[in-house]
């Protein structure tokens, strides 16, 4: 299999759909010899701010010296930024010839009557058997939606050193549930008997069926509270604040990010209970080293062109309050591109105030992306200077004609097309040079 075969076959298992269920992926693992036996894990879950949390916590397993697997998705400019070691892509050598060996189980799988595996099935499988091949120490894994039947939820309990979760909120509530609490429960299912968890502060809905699962499955609970940090001083360039003395430097914009860092530095600070060699300096320089793609991201400035992933109604929430926190009194000029199956009203009624224009996209090449004439006319209840772009290089040009240099551009809203939105970007830059 080449890489062109390779893109070819994951198109064809996007079109699979997300099957939620564990017995398609435990035969899958079972074929491919259950790598996920050797490993050893930290699972994340939550709606908001998994990636964030995986990448503090990844640079400071990193920093003290640890071979560290990182599970992500969605990516942002390619396929193989989900599975990394070390922060290092998956080789296209290595993609192929495990997807290769992939694909002959599944084939096996279908002539002996079980489902074919979706696309996250076979995705999670690979990861698990590039961090065994690359004797990974731990593997830092973002639970997918959700948590109970989520593909990556087949960890033995012995293999999990550590459930950690970021923001739960409302998204995907065709698979997970209409209610808040519903959903914590979905995503309390990664929760394993006796297992150690951490979670941020939640709203009262998910703390308590958090509190209620740990006291089921005799695990122990920690929450990471705000009050931990003081001497806080925001910024876009960077943010500093002292965590129980020690003085933190995070490069991530936005200042919902103090939660993401601080609930990392609690993970931290339980797995160095657990005996991992974790000391000060390392969670320092992890901190201070980490970048995540996509987040409240500063791609160029005079004017600002921000790019921030906010593709839900919790994160268009904390967008809204960081564009009001940095950018008050400043020109904003958006674009926005969602997905259809997205509350993609809620978020277009959250953030309009703030906008002095509004460009309307869709996303390049994906089956659920919203038409922008669409989306205009959803954002023109909100604001009345819309404008549907035919393309992402129109809606670019179009935000810098509307823009002067003390201004700000955000794109925000699906992952899926910020990757080509800054490769648009960078070739403006390479113009310039």
């Known amino acids: 299999m080449n890489e062109k075969e390779a893109m070819e076959y994951i198109a064809y298992l996007n079109t699979l759909g997300s099957k939620p269920g564990l017995t398609v992926i435990r035969e899958l693992l079972r074929r491919a010899g259950d790598p996920q036996k050797e490993l050893l894990f930290i699972h994340i879950a939550g709606t908001n701010g998994k990636g964030s949390v995986s990448a503090f916590l990844s640079n400071i397993l990193m920093a003290a010296g640890y071979r560290v697997g990182r599970y992500n998705s969605p990516t942002i400019r390619t396929y193989r930024e989900r599975i990394c070691v070390n ?55 973002e639970a997918g939606m959700g948590g109970r039947l989520d593909a ?30 519903q959903i914590a429960k979905e995503k309390a299912g990664i929760i394993t008997q006796g297992c150690s968890v951490v979670t941020m502060e939640q709203r009262e809905p998910v703390m308590e069926v958090l509190k209620e699962v740990c006291l089921e499955k005799q695990a122990t ?8 940090a003081s001497s ?17 430097t995070i ?31 390392a969670i320092l320089k992890g901190m201070e080293q980490t970048r995540w793609h996509g ?61 002095d224009s509004i460009i309307t996209v869709r996303t390049p090449d994906n089956p659920r992306a919203l038409p922008a004439l669409a989306l205009a006319e959803t954002v023109a209840k909100y604001h009345n200077r819309v404008t549907a772009a035919d393309s992402l290089e129109e809606a670019v040009e179009m935000s810098y004609l509307l823009a002067d240099k003390d201004s700000v551009i955000l794109a925000f809203g699906s992952l899926s ?13 390479t113009k310039k040079a």
């Open 87 to 141: 922060q290092t892509m998956i080789s296209k050598k290595a993609l192929c010839r495990l997807l290769m060996q992939i694909k002959t189980y599944c084939d096996e799988m279908v002539a002996d009557g079980f489902a074919h595996p979706t696309s996250f099935e076979v995705e999670t499988v690979l990861g698990f058997l590039y961090y065994k091949e690359k004797n990974c120490d731990m593997v830092v894994l």
């Open 152 to 181: 990556t939820n087949v960890i033995p309990d012995a293999q999990k050193l550590l459930a950690v979760f970021a923001s739960v909120s409302m998204d995907h509530m065709a698979f997970l549930g209409d209610s808040l609490e």
């Open 221 to 228: 609970l920690t929450v990471s509270e705000p009050e931990t």
């Open 232 to 248: 806080i001083r925001y910024g876009l360039e960077k943010q500093t604040f002292l965590y129980r003395n020690l003085p933190v």
């Open 251 to 281: 490069h991530l914009a936005g200042n919902y990010q103090i939660a993401n860092a601080l609930l990392a530095l609690q993970a931290a600070e339980i797995l160095r209970q657990k005996g991992c060699r974790i000391t000060d300096r």
């Open 295 to 355: 987040r409240f991201e500063i791609l160029s400035k005079q004017p600002y062109f921000i790019v921030d992933g906010a593709h839900n109604e919790d994160a268009a929430r904390k967008l809204a309050q960081t564009v009001q926190f940095y950018f008050t009194n400043k020109k904003i000029i958006y674009i926005m591109g969602v997905l259809r199956d997205k509350e993609y009203e809620k978020i277009a009624e959250i953030m309009s105030p703030f906008a």
């Open 417 to 429: 097309y910020l990757g080509q939105i800054m490769d648009i970007i960078d070739k403006m830059k």
